[in-house]
């Protein structure tokens, strides 16, 4: 009787593995009809089957690059699409995991994370200065070793500015100036 039980139940688990199966296959042919669809519009297109060929080549170096630092190596040889689908749930695992840890944990990494990138910053700051001083000083020994270049010839000196030129105000002007005011007062 147990026998049977298992039985039933086992061909009840194969049916609904059946259903979902078919749920999956039906998803996939409504995606793959989709992207038919987009890639008849794409081709339609002012791009040229070469382009389209070099950007989705360029594509799928990008996504299994960033697979290849999230997941690691692409051994089972998956399709551009189907890597992204893994570093989505990828993605999605560690969101869920972030969600889980306290608040104050990921203040103390963020901090800390903050203070690494500043000592980062600094020594490398200080790396650049050191090679502009290791620059300025082989500049100088290389100017120090070399020929002194004697100048020939007289020196040139460039002229001097004339002295400035004071306008002496003519007496005789102020005085008809005053002359012309006495005018204006008396006859007007």
């Known amino acids: 009787m147990s026998c049977a039980l298992n039985k039933d139940r086992e061909i009840e688990q194969l049916k609904m593995l059946a259903v979902t199966l078919q749920a999956n296959i039906v998803k996939e042919e ?29 594509l799928h170096r990008k996504v299994l690059e960033v697979y290849r630092r999230c997941i690691g190596e692409n051994e089972a040889n998956l399709g551009t699409l189907q890597m992204l689908t893994v570093i989505e749930h990828q993605l999605d695992d560690l969101l869920e995991c972030l969600e889980r840890v306290p608040p104050g944990k990921i203040e103390q990494a963020e901090k800390a994370k903050e203070k690494e990138r500043r ?23 290389a100017r120090a070793q070399a020929d002194i270049k004697k100048k020939t010839g007289r020196r040139l000196i460039f002229r001097s500015e004339p002295p400035a030129f004071k ?20 006859f007007t």
């Open 30 to 58: 409504e995606t793959a009809a989709d992207l038919e669809l987009k890639a008849r519009v794409f081709s339609f297109g002012e791009y040229k089957a070469d382009v389209q060929d070099k950007m989705l080549v360029s």
């Open 119 to 141: 000592m980062r910053m600094r020594e490398e700051k200080i790396r650049q200065q050191r090679q502009l001083q290791e620059e300025r000083l082989q500049r100088a020994l």
């Open 167 to 186: 306008e002496k105000e003519d007496e005789d002007q102020g005085l008809i100036d005053k002359e012309k005011e006495e005018l204006l007062y008396y």
